[in-house]
Structure formats: C-alpha cells, structure tokens
C-alpha cells in the first residue's frame, strides 16, 4: 500500500505512539483493588482503570508513514502468548512512579519486546537502548514512595498486544487502541 502523499504546504500528520499490553476487566479490577490498598486517597496520581497498561516499546511522534511500516513489521511478528505474574508492587523515589511488576520476566514477553524494537530499528527509527523492564504504572507523583513489598500474585494471561495513541487532554493522558495483533498458542 502506497502512504498518503501529504500537500508540501501541509506539515506531516504525526500521533504519538506506543505498543502496549491492554488488560482485560478482570486484571484491571485486581489492580485498582491493589492500588485502593496500597495507596491512600490523595497520595500521588492514580492511573484511572481505563488507562492502565503494560508498556512494550514508546515510539513517540511518528508521522503516517511511518506507522505503515510499523505496523507492517508488527504484523509479521510471530510471537507466543504468555503468562505475566504481577508479584511485586514498587516504587521509583526519583520519578514518584508505584508501579506493579513481575519478579521475573517471561520469556515470551521479552521476545515480544525484541521482536517491537527490532521492526522499529527496521523502519529506521530509533528504540530503547535501556534494558528492558517490565512494569505497569499505578500512580504517579508519588512523593513519599513507600517500599517495594510481595503482593499476593495477579495472573494475567497475555494472548494480544496493541498499538496505540496518546492524546494529551488538561485532564491527563487518554489512550486510543488502533490495532491490536494476536499472540499464537
Ligand atoms: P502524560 O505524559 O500526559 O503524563 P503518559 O506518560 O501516560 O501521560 P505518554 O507520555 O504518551 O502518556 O506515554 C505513553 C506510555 O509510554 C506510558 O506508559 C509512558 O510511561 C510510556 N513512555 C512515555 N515516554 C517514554 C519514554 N521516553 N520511554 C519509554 N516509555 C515512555
Ligand atoms: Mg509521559
């Protein structure tokens, strides 16, 4: 599929993009209980239930040609699903970020997020060069991060990933699934 041309006069349509884990209903009311527990009201800024996610790769502003070719790359991925385990609950003291993680990495997953960045460096953009660290924000502007303790598990079974665009509103972030793709039994 040829891209769109865009008219010389007319600056390039861009969206800012990220590929992510969606949760379903279940695990999403596992986490907003947890985040009832852990956080008092008040504290820190909560990620409201329907934006909470699982970040796989940021991609930032990306122009619609671009996009093409990434979700090009993204469908030919062949990835299998996997089971994450949230068991920890932690928090950065340095970003104010209580997220929730698991204690080890599934290797389905790590392959997922190599396989994003590797079409992402295919399409000729640039991706992370930090390692890999697989968390889920609960809140923000935490001022007084309490210690990383156990949490009694939440399994999630991750059969889907997706892309998707931030569109920033004074009320906070909102989030638009685009496309989501299958992971194989
Ligand atoms: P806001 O920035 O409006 O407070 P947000 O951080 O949720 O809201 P985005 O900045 O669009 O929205 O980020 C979308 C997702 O990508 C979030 O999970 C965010 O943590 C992650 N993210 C944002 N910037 C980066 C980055 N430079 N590297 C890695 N992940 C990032
Ligand atoms: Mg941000």
């Not at 891209?3 to 006069?9: F, G, K, N, Q, R």
């Not at 003291?93 to 590797?118: C, H, K, Y």
């Not at 309490?146 to 598990?153: K, L, V, W």
């Not at 939440?154 to 989501?180: M, P």
Request: one cysteine or more; charged letters at 25%.
């Amino acid at each position: 599929m040829t891209p769109p041309s865009t008219p010389e006069s007319e600056p390039p349509r861009t969206q800012r993009l990220f590929f992510a884990l969606w949760p379903d209903e279940e695990i999403r009311k596992h986490l907003c209980a947890l985040a009832d527990d852990a956080l008092p009201r008040r504290v820190g800024r909560r990620v409201r239930a329907e934006n909470l996610h699982l970040t796989l790769a940021f991609l930032g502003f990306v122009e619609e040609r671009m996009r093409h070719c990434i979700e090009e790359a993204a469908s030919a991925i062949r990835a299998r699903r996997f089971t994450l385990i949230f068991e920890r609950l932690g928090c950065w003291q340095r970003t104010g970020v209580m997220w929730v993680g698991p204690l080890q990495q599934p290797e389905g997953l790590i392959f997922l997020v190599d396989a994003l960045n590797s079409a992402l460096t295919d399409c000729g953009m640039s991706s992370e060069k930090r390692a890999y660290r697989a968390h889920l924000t609960l809140a923000r502007k935490v001022r007084r991060c309490p210690r990383g303790c156990a949490i009694a598990p939440i399994a999630w079974d991750v059969s889907r990933f997706c892309l998707v665009a931030s569109h920033t509103h004074a009320q906070g972030a909102k989030y638009e699934i685009l496309r989501s793709w299958k992971l194989n039994n």
